[in-house]
């Protein structure tokens, strides 16, 4: 590692160390005039008194305000619940909103210096980290020592990171308040953007973002002789930067539903939920038309892609999470785990999600013109469950948080309904395959280990056949491996796409079927 | 069962149904064979005895472990299931002495193996010339999983290395040392790199590239002896030419030979390799021989008598397979085909290209701008039969060429089907056109690629058409 790398690495972990630290600075005090920019009218009248022994109080930590906050706003619901007093329970969910506005001191005062020392610098760090990367060194690839790196290959850095991850999405998705000064920092930015304050997903969304496009550029120097991934990379940082983070804000902006464009159904397992579908349809011509595409897109735009390019139009060229898989998650693509086995837990998840998924929706359409008498709790059960296991623990837990442990693609694999109804349609009606090169593998096993999706890659291509399967994302990472040039992404004719009966080119002495 | 036997001479193999198949050496031969065996034949015992490792790994991937591409599982095609499930017996052990008229093997480590049907599978090991110090800690081959081990051990602390031998293993080595940031000087016998099978321009690609990852590559030298540091390990070399290149690693790879002290000295015939027939069959009845130690009694036409490559191991363990469960067919390879990587550029062959050649053979050869890739077609200037084409960092079609050469293609149907010759990768750079040109200004001829009509490229760009 060049000199100029380690510092920056070096800044970057500096700036990842003030940034967690920022989560344990300030103090936190809640006034009436605070709560009242927070809460509803309503709200603001109980939760005065409710609240009144902390309003003043300040509190050291985020985590102190928070369970005397919980203690307080719980007690009281409870009361209502005992005497039965439904209408009077608050529903809405103040705990963010209240800690964030209770912040005070260090952090919040300085923001724009923090933004800076944090995601900033961290990112300035990163950056520093990786443009010199394999400067003067001729172009190929790169996996010298993948093995024995401790965060590469599931040592102490890798299990930690791991950790961590999974810390920061369960703090994301089930205890926000903690990590209100992090979105302190961001609420400028969501001002320019949206015009109001940083929500938990505004920062997450920036972050998120921030990771694709850096680690985007550690693609481009990898993989700098490689048009197919340098296209690849380049459509996923543009999708992610417009399509899912800038794009969405500016609607906000304008008064219309947050939406991202190229999300679909049921991957946007929301699309179909009544509050979605009322503030499409309650928002003119532009919300008519996200309803209209998101319709179109899944009746449509899915089968007809993926017969003509595979599931790789939408998984590795265009969705959010499979750019998080191919950027910030290509160091870990070789820890997806290749047996047979595994394979067919596989299908057995992935399908039972999607199964799940369409249930679920079947429900909440029904009820949707049913006027929810039928099933009405049933569904938002079903909602609850489905957001709770799929969405969040899923998705996002084990989805980001597994990349050290797992590989980059668990969730993609493992979990989405959308990858899953991709797959059908390539599996059984596509034009894309991998094609083998006749007899030239040598049964070296780097297709297999770097293919993020877990396929035996070489199980195929050392009998001569092509790769025809499901969950294949069309990466092109196996064909970029391969030193023997034997794979070949590639769309074309239906007939002999398939080939049960693999001839190994070279050998005229006898047919051999493999 | 002694009468039975005695019945069967002369004939090809034992054909009983509890037949006992012992095949030694678990590399891609012997695996193959035993695989395509138990697929036609699902009633013979089938053992596998190997000394190395328990279960198949590729040998080709070695470097890649060393360079932590990928750890020793990685390397393993089939998972450990697999044998149990496929009913073949593994024995990980060394055979000792095989008793070729009572029919058993002696192992290292356990009991006596009896046999109906063996099959020599043994490999290769690497080439020594009996250099003073070819003992010394410190300096090896690269052939077996233990060679792997032993380097990993010997480089643990290393300030320089040498590789001696410019083959295809030589350049691996270099590769694997390089990977962990040891220096390292090249000793080639020839004036150019592997210039023993590359034409020459080929050759000095290849050392350009060699140059380029800064490897101290020194053509037309020689190794004289290795050097000691008084405790029994390498600390220098010194050439022919005298000079001494001090060094704590020396790699000798300097070709393999068939690996048959097994079998020296007994009544199987050897020569380099073990002498078979046609069929894998050996002069003895009931004992085959296939892969890298097999040596032909003559060779299929435009072959060598030893073939010691991947792909040949495996398609004569197809055909013996084959022959142990049917009536015998001859082994009879399609066109030659091969492929290697040097440093970062792919090499691929089909048919037959030699380093020299004579008319009416002639060469028409193109290299892009960057030196980098280039594509060669050695054909025969009266009939424009194509005999071989070889191409560095491009990747070319196996189907295509292997029908085309069978089918005696000639060069221009070649060039005017360059489209169908690549197996790039999608929006890689084509270089068809440039190719073309310079065929053309070299032959004079007008050849032209098929015209691409803008309907079709419409289709194209909806995945209709793969190529171009
Ligand atoms: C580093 C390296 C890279 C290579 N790269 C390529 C390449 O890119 N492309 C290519 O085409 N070829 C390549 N080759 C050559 C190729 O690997 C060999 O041709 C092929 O593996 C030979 O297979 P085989 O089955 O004949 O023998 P082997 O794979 O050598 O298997 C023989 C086995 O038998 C065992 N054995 C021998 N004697 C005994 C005994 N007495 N008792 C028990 N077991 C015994 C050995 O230990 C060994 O495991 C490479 C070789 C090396 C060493
Ligand atoms: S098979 Fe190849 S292209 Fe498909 S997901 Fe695996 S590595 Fe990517
Ligand atoms: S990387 Fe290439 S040569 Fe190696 S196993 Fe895969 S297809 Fe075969």
Redesign the pocket.
Known sequence: MKLIQKIGLGVFLVALFIFNSLLFMGSYQLTEQKLKQVTSEQSFGILKQELQPMLGKTYSSSFSFASAFNKYFNAYNTRQQENEQWDRVIWDDYKFAATKAASEGFVKNNRLLLLLLTIGLGTFGALMHILPKYRNEPAGIKHNGVMFSSNKSRGIIGITLGVYLIGIYVMLYWFPEYMVNWTLLVDPLSRMLTGGPASQWFLYGTIYTLAILVMGVRMFRKYRDNKYQLLRTSSVMFFQLSFAFLIPEILVLLNKPWHDFKNIWPLDYTFFFDYRVDSMLSSGSIGLFMFMWGILLIILGVPLLTYFYGKRWYCSWVCGCGGLAETAGDPYRHLSDKSLKAWSIERWMVHSVLVFAVVMTGFTIANYFTGFELLGQWTNNLHEWYGFLIGAAFAGVVGVGFYPLMGNRVWCRFGCPLAAYLGIVQRFKSRFRITTNGGQC?SCGNCSTYCEMGIDVRWYAQRGQNIVRASCVGCGVCASVCP?GVLKLENGPEQGRITDIPVLTGNESVKVFS | MKMKEEKLIGEFCIRSKARHVVI????????TCARHLRKRDSSSRITI?????EHFFS??A??YIYMGHMKYAHTKPYEDWFWEKNRLSLLH????LIDFEKKELQLKGQELLKYDILVL????KPNLFGWPGQELKGVQG???YQDLQNMEASTTACERAVVVGGG??GI?MAEMLLSRHIPVTFLVREQEFWDNVLPVEEAQLVGRHIREHHIDLRLGEELDKIQDDGNGNVNAIVTKAGEEIPCQFVGLTVG?SP?IS?VRDTQLEINKGILVNEHFATNIPNVFA????AEYRTPPPLRRSIE??????RMH?ETLAHNLAHEPVPYQPGPWF???KFLDIEYQTYGLVTNKWEEPLISFYWEHPDGKKCLRLLFDKNTRQVQGVNAFGIRLRHDFFDKALQNNITVEQVMEQLHKTNFDPEFYDRHYEEILQAFNAKFGTSLRLPVKSKKKSLLALLGFKTHR
């Open positions: 040598i023997r | 030694i050496g678990n590399g891609i031969a012997g695996i005895v190997s000394g190395e490792t040998r080709t070695l470097m052990d060394w055979v000792t599978a043994l490999g290769s690269l052939y077996s295809l293993i691996e393999v690996n097994l296939i892969g890298d130690c010691q490559v991947w792909y040949t191991g363990g091969n492929s290697a």
